[in-house]
């Protein structure tokens, strides 16, 4: 994963999937595009590259509670009825 990139790894979506990744501590957002599968530690959903977690204001904590949503890439609207909770 190329840490000034907006991308994330996911165990399970699809590469290329946009996602909106949502700080819950402070309400920043950032768009990523999953590239990477992963992260591979008990409790984490989802592993953003360095660059999104600055633009999201994690790196001093290293993780962070998170929401996120899939987003449609052809014009950013979102999918899915809510955001789901991860620990990110």
Not at 53 to 78: L, P, W
């Amino acid at each position: 994963m190329n840490p000034s990139l907006m991308t994330a790894a996911h165990r399970t979506l699809p590469f290329g999937t946009k996602v909106m990744v949502t700080n819950k501590r402070n309400g920043r957002s950032v768009v990523v595009r999953i590239n990477d599968r992963g992260p591979f530690i008990r409790g984490r959903v989802i592993d953003v590259s360095k660059a999104a977690a600055k633009n999201i204001g994690m790196i001093s904590s290293g993780t962070a509670q998170v929401c996120y949503q899939i987003v449609d890439a052809s014009d950013q609207k979102v999918a899915g009825k809510g955001l789901k909770a991860i620990d990110g």
